[in-house]
């Protein structure tokens, strides 16, 4: 059965094209070699501001930020686990340079779904 991280983040507007170009090569360096299906990293166009709870709320999104709804369609939950086991060691090297991430890190959302309704045309 496939498996879901789902992430949420807010992103510094400006940075679009250095978002877009960094989660490509996580792509191509991380994510693929260890056996993800898919990825898909959607930059907001209609997300509005809540008054109780909304996606910018959750993120802190500030004025000059974008909020980005992304997941990594996995095989099964092991292998998911596999990677992110990989990724946490102390001798993981992606290939990239992490620490020059173009959005904050600290108000990055995530975590693995299950699928309980998979419907497509």
Known sequence: ????????????TANKETYAAHAREAWE??????????????????????KVTSFPMAVKKEDDETVVFSWIEWP??????????????????????????????????WGGFVPIVYERA
């Open 1 to 12: 059965m496939p498996y879901y991280g789902g992430f949420l983040a807010a992103v510094p």
């Open 29 to 50: 360096k991380i994510f693929k070699p260890m056996g993800a299906l898919s990825m898909v990293e959607a930059w907001g166009d209609d997300v509005p501001d809540g």
């Open 76 to 109: 099964d939950k092991a292998t998911h686990d596999a990677a992110g086991e990989k990724m946490m060691a102390p001798d993981f090297d992606p290939g990239m340079d992490m620490a020059e991430m173009p959005f904050d890190g600290m108000r990055l959302m």
